[in-house]
């Protein structure tokens, strides 16, 4: 799914009293919010559908694959997502 096709259905859900650009700028909006808070080091918590939040992720010593020699990795902060039970109950329900 696109974010297009995402706009698509909230359009659809909502009905003839929001256009698809309302929609578009709803969904830009949502995405929006969440990554300047995560940019803030705030976390985001959807009930019924997960945690959004950043991991600090120390700076480490790696491997070049091809030529074995040691490559320093710096230090990162890294968006994570946590899907609630009640998100993995309903995607694992799809393999019954």
Do not use: H
């Amino acid at each position: 799914m696109t974010k297009s096709d995402l706009v698509m259905e909230v359009s659809q859900a909502i009905g003839p009293r929001i256009t698809k650009l309302e929609c578009g700028i709803v969904v830009d909006t949502l995405i929006s919010s969440i990554m300047d808070a995560l940019q803030r080091g705030n976390s985001i918590e959807i009930r019924g559908f997960g945690t959004f939040k950043v991991r600090d992720r120390k700076a480490r010593v790696g491997q070049n694959p091809s030529t074995g020699e040691p490559v320093a990795i710096p230090a990162r902060r890294l968006p994570v997502f946590t899907p609630s039970r009640i998100f993995c109950d309903r995607v694992d329900q799809g393999n019954t």
